[in-house]
C-alpha cells in the first residue's frame, strides 16, 4: 500500500526537481541583470545627450525583465508548494482511506498550470532580453563597406 503511494508521488516529485533547476537558471539570470542595472544607475549620472537616452533605455529593459522574472519565480515557487501540497494529499488519501484522487488531481494541474505560466514569462524576459543587446544600428556602421 505505501510501496504504491511512493511510487504515485514520484512524479510529482520529479517535477519538482524540474522547478528547482528553472528556479537556479532564473535566480542566476536575475543577479546578472541587477549587477547590469546597478552598472547602468551609475552611468545614469555621468552621461548626457544620446548616450543618457540609451542608458536610460537599458535600465527600462532592465526594470522590464526583474519585473518579468521575479513573477516567474513567484509562479514556480507556488507550483512547487502545490506539488508538495499534491504528494501530501495522495499520502493522506493513501493512509487514511479517503478518496482524495481527484483533488490531487486538480491540485497537480494547478501546480503544471503555474509552471507553464513561469515558463512563458521567462519566453518573455528572453525576448526581452534579446531586445536589449540588439547593437544600435549607428555603431555598425552600415553605410561604410572598406571594412
Known sequence: MIAHTIQLALAPVFVLVAIGNIMNILSTRLGRIVDRARN??????????????????????CDERIVLITKAIRNLVISGLAIGTTVGILFVAEMAGYPLEWVAAVVFLIALALLMWALLLFLQETRVAAAALRIPRDYLELHREDI
Open 40 to 61: 547602468l544607475q551609475q552611468r545614469h549620472s555621468e552621461t548626457f545627450g544620446r548616450e543618457h537616452d540609451m542608458v536610460v533605455s537599458e535600465i527600462r529593459l
